[in-house]
């Protein structure tokens, strides 16, 4: 299964209880998911479509808890090894009860009509919001690997829906945008905060838990990036120095001036050639005679001034 699968399989486990929650999710589903069938006779019914066994048993579930009379059928499409589930309830009154509780279908005096507009009536409380969200992530939602990047995606085939519907999520901070791919207008989510609130609401936890662990991990590689880059600077701190006291101590050994020199300064003189590559703090090691850090930052200093007082042929 995919990612966007499991998640979404994760989500149909939460719990239905109030029914004004259960008419927006199935809005959600209705216009994300679903189509009007025409039954004749001023029947109608509905057909949902998904990839997911779970999402299609979950919406069977809000059906039933709608009106538990419901006449449902399932059947099962394979295309090129794509297996595509769909669920029906067949036209009948209580679809059509149905349609309009949702706000799909609408009684007029010359007769009926249909309605496919955002359902903002149905989403005033908090508890139908997030299902409403739930509703649409299941239904048409996609969410890539958190590990490869931050992106959610929910497809749908009006210009319309898909702009009120990037309102609807600014309301509950999730920043979206909408672009045109093919015939379908997708409202694409890439903020990580907004994807971990789109997630939560619909009840997939364990992707709010896989964004805040890769966040965890990206810091982790950042700081240690920053610790490998500081070690390099001061390694080549030490190399750079290391290569201008050198400089210093040839010039004084070619000018005949080291032997002048007091014991501590020679002694420090002959370490540094000898461990070119060794920091303050292991030179003093080498020296033996006691010497701090400073100690000898302070003698490798008096060589470079000295040998810049002492004029070379040529110079
Ligand atoms: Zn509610």
Known sequence: MSYSSDLKTEATETKLN???CI?????????????IDLGGRRLFGVTFVNENEAVIRH???LLRKFNDKLPIRTTMHEQKRHRVLYTSVLPCEEAGALLSAVGVLVCREDGYGFDFSFPGKLLRKPCCRKSFLRGVFLGCGSVSDIRKGYQTDLVFHQEEFARRMTDFLAEESIPSSVTKR???YVVY???????ERLLSAAGAGSGVLDIENQKFIRELTNNANRAVNCD???????????ARQCAAIEKLERCRVLPELNESLRRAAEVRMEYRDASLDELCLYCGDGVTKSGMNHRLRRLIAIADSVTEEGD
Do not use: F
Not at 23 to 35: N, V, Y
Not at 189 to 195: F, L, N, T, V
């Open 18 to 20: 109030r029914r004004c």
């Open 189 to 195: 989510i890439k903020d990580s905060a907004g994807i």
């Open 232 to 242: 390099t600077a001061n390694t080549m701190r030490t190399v750079n120095a290391s």
């Open 23 to 35: 008419l927006a999710e199935l809005a959600a589903l209705i216009h994300s998911a679903g189509s």
């Open 59 to 61: 919406i069977q579930r």
């Open 182 to 184: 093919r015939s379908h």
